[in-house]
């Protein structure tokens, strides 16, 4: 026999029991079960997360194959606006010029009314690109899967200090178990 196993086989003050040894692996196992569940359901976040964010980048690109093209309407009406200015300068009756003016003035009200609506129409659109477009859903699916990655990263670090932690057990039983009185 040698050494080691002669100074194992002996019991001693520095000895611990069985019944020891099953105590401290309980602790390691209720001292790593929160961390470990809770890695656990960060991992589970991020992959839905993940997914959600892959969902919506497969919806903004549906709904930009899907898009029609939409002519915009703005553009004739500053056209009639200038013809109706022009054809109001030929006129040589003052009848036809007060006429020709109402026509004008209703007009030149509904193009600006056009223009004023087609503003707030093109920032809505601006802003539901920026935070529901193709561009946007493929940067949030990159921010998700980068944040899986990372809740993975942690969940391994949380698998490791308890393997560390179980090592240190295995060890502290190879070094100090007192054998059993039979």
Avoid at 45 to 52: F, K, N, T
Avoid at 63 to 76: E, G, I, M, Q, W
């Amino acid at each position: 026999m040698s050494q080691r196993t002669a100074a194992a086989d002996a019991s001693g003050p520095d000895r611990i029991t069985r019944a020891e040894i099953d105590r401290l692996a309980q602790a390691v196992t209720d001292r790593f079960a929160a961390p470990s569940q809770a890695a656990a359901a960060a991992v589970r976040e991020a992959e839905a997360d993940l997914l959600q964010a892959q969902q919506a980048r497969e919806r903004a690109e549906q709904a930009a194959a899907d898009a029609r093209y939409v002519s915009d309407p703005l553009v004739f009406m500053r056209v009639t606006v200038s013809e109706e200015l022009a054809a109001l300068a030929r006129k040589t009756t003052p009848k036809k010029v007060r006429a020709s003016f109402r026509y004008l003035l209703a007009r030149a009200g509904e193009l600006a009314d056009g223009e004023l609506r087609g503003h707030h129409d093109d920032l809505e659109s601006a802003r539901r690109e920026r935070e529901e477009g193709v561009a946007a859903c493929l940067a949030a699916e990159q921010v998700a899967a980068a944040d899986l990655d990372a809740a993975r990263a942690m969940a391994q670090r949380v698998a490791d200090a308890e393997r560390a932690a179980r090592d240190g057990l295995a060890l502290l039983v190879r070094t100090t178990v007192a054998p059993d009185p039979a």
